[in-house]
């Protein structure tokens, strides 16, 4: 009875490739499964981070700095020159106060 070598070399190489194949279907899976974990991912924005960006958006907006009137306010001040009116400075914190609300 003969043995048949090249038949049994043939049968081994099958196998072998049999098992690359499941392995890299494996790997196959195993990364449509992460894609689809990731896809899942939200991400949302506090109502606090979404006013903190319109404060942000209105002080970028504001008007520049006049030195020279606040100067010119700083000298009257101190010389004296300088007069509030009650009922003016009253209005304007009671308007202020009510814009806060």
């Known amino acids: ?3 048949n070598i090249n038949s049994l ?3 081994n190489q099958v196998k072998q490739t049999q098992n690359q194949i499941k392995q890299q279907s494996a790997q196959t ?3 449509t499964t992460q ?3 990731s896809a899942q991912d939200s991400v ?3 109502p606090q981070a979404k006013q903190l ?3 942000q ?3 970028a907006d504001a008007p520049v700095i006049n030195q020279k009137k606040i100067d010119e306010l ?3 001040i101190s010389s004296g020159d300088y007069k509030v009116d009650p009922e003016k400075l009253a209005a304007s914190i009671a308007n202020f106060e009510f814009k806060l609300i």
């Open 1 to 3: 009875m003969a043995i």
């Open 9 to 11: 070399n043939e049968i």
């Open 29 to 31: 899976a195993s990364t």
């Open 35 to 37: 894609v689809k974990n």
């Open 44 to 46: 949302s924005i506090t």
């Open 53 to 55: 960006n319109e404060l």
């Open 57 to 59: 958006k209105k002080a």
């Open 74 to 76: 700083k000298k009257a």
